[in-house]
């Protein structure tokens, strides 16, 4: 599964893969600066609809795929086995991707969500409009 890492020195959010997810992706690690993300999602409507395009997909075990249906041109990418594990990462202005839709193991897909958040600096609105998560 993905891993997920914080530069705090260069500002970026990585998202490393292991050997075998980078054979499969045909890329290595994904570098999102933290001023590119501007959004994160818990198990995004995405992740259960999506079509599934360039790439491998064993349902129930993999599911490492691109898929060319933004606006800009630029590519989704999912990495994950399950989408109940699933989180997106919205971005603006990012080289290579539009979205990002990854698997997060070791915790919850909404502690991972406010992990990113907290560490981005980027705001709930929920918690600034006073509504109880």
Do not use: W
């Not at 259960?48 to 599911?63: A, Q």
């Not at 590519?75 to 994950?80: F, S």
């Amino acid at each position: 599964m993905p891993q997920l890492d914080f530069d705090h020195l260069g500002g970026n959010l990585v998202v490393s893969l292991s050997t075998a997810e980078t054979f499969l992706a045909l890329f290595g690690s994904i570098v999102i600066p933290f001023s590119q993300i501007r959004s994160v999602r818990a198990l995004p409507a995405e992740a259960y609809t999506h079509f599934k395009s360039m790439g491998v997909y064993i349902p129930g075990v993999m599911n490492f795929s691109t898929l060319h249906r933004t606006m800009s041109g630029k590519p989704e990418i999912y990495l994950y086995s399950s989408p109940l594990k699933t989180v997106g990462i919205d971005l603006v202005g990012h080289a290579h991707f539009e979205k990002v839709f990854i698997e997060v193991p070791d915790l919850s897909p909404q502690q991972v969500v406010q992990l990113i958040m907290d560490e981005c600096g980027l705001s709930d609105p929920k918690r600034e409009a006073g509504i109880a998560c």
